[in-house]
């Protein structure tokens, strides 16, 4: 059966993404590797030892911390792995990409598995005002969390098409928001609003479904404060005008990891992550997509590592923070590399690992 049916289908064909029954990039770049190589290839069947960690990561409890709920600052995050995120904003609770399974994959027995338990499970979580989902990848939408949330009767926002998804799993339709790029919508929790905003992606679940749903970025925007979550997404000129139109944002999480020059069309990285961010206008960054499952063809604490050298360079305000910690972007200082404190990254001179500058 097809995901497009309906009042859904409607308003795909009235979309400016939605060309002959598939969204598509304005730019007409998709997912196609690019400069295939054989040192890719070495990558890719030889790399597998550096690209998950020698042993346990540090996971924290955020359940203590979520029990206070007068922020100084009015903003608080928790990172869960991944794009997997609790915003707090000004009294408000919205959980992103929810992943809290154990693999990233359509099956359960393979595919990427997750390097480390998932700080809080959805049973732990307090009271959501809302659930933000980017796209349809399986790194972001997992059907068992998103079942487990259907139970609680949380509002979901998410990119045109993807709803169809999400009422096969339970989710009542009166709970989906689904919206186009620069449309926008405010639940009624409240005065919270959520903008959804150009992103270059793809999207599908299967082998026939490609590009049958949209992806997008997003501008959560409450009375005193606006942040900005990439989804998925490749370098360009639509971020220039995200900022343009709706910020500036006093929190940007942009994606960094599963990157390869190969599909660099579709992922950020940490360089084009840096030059997306100061296209939007700078502030502080908070890096996503990393840490939680091997995607990508990269040891995977690299992308917090180059980030981290190229943010000293180019003078530009980034946050690591652990696993599980809940913290208000204005009270930290500068970023925690907590990764140099395994046993495997003991000698840092020896694996040429830069050291954390003050950023500041």
């Known amino acids: 059966m097809p995901l497009l049916q309906g009042s859904r289908l409607e308003r795909a064909l009235a979309s400016a993404q939605f060309h002959e029954g598939r969204f598509r990039n304005p730019s007409r770049l998709g997912p196609e590797l690019q400069g295939l190589s054989a040192g890719m290839l070495w990558d890719f069947f030889a790399g597998g030892a550096r690209r998950s960690p020698k042993g346990p990561l540090p996971v924290e409890s955020p359940l203590e911390a979520w029990q206070r709920r007068d922020l100084a600052s009015g903003l608080r995050v928790t990172w869960l792995g991944h794009s997997t995120l609790l915003l707090e904003i000004d009294g408000y609770r919205v959980l992103t990409d929810p992943v809290f399974g154990e693999r ?11 390097f480390h338990p998932v700080p809080a499970s959805i049973a732990e979580l307090p009271p959501l005002d809302a659930v933000l989902l980017s796209h349809d990848h399986h790194d972001h939408l997992c059907p068992e969390s998103i079942r487990e949330l259907a139970r609680r009767s949380v509002p979901i926002v998410t990119s045109l098409g993807v709803g169809a998804h ?55 925007e409450s009375e005193k404060r606006k942040i900005f979550f990439s989804g998925d997404t490749g370098l360009s000129e639509g971020f220039r005008t995200i900022g343009e139109r709706l910020g500036p944002f006093d929190l940007t999480m942009l994606e960094i990891g599963a990157f390869h020059p190969a599909w660099s069309n579709i992922h ?93």
């Open 268 to 360: 950020l990285g940490p360089d084009n992550a840096l030059t997306a961010f100061e296209w939007m206008g700078g502030g502080t960054l908070l890096p996503i997509h990393w840490g939680t499952f091997d995607l990508g063809l990269h040891p995977w604490q690299e992308p917090a590592e180059t980030l981290l050298r190229l943010a000293t360079e180019r003078k530009a305000r980034v946050l690591t923070p652990r696993l599980g910690r809940p913290f208000e972007p204005a009270e930290v200082e500068g970023p925690d590399p907590w990764w140099r404190s395994l046993p495997e990254f003991a000698s840092t001179e020896r694996l040429s690992l830069p050291k954390a500058a003050p950023l500041f």
């Open 104 to 114: 990233a994959s359509p099956l359960s027995f393979a595919g990427p598995k997750r």
């Open 166 to 220: 999400l009422e096969r799993l339970s989710v009542p339709p009166e709970l989906i928001f689904e919206l186009d790029w620069w449309e926008n919508v405010k639940l009624p929790l409240g005065e919270l609003r959520f903008h959804a905003c150009p992103a270059q992606h793809f999207s599908g679940r299967g082998l026939t479904d490609r590009n049958t749903t949209l992806w997008a970025s997003w501008v959560i």
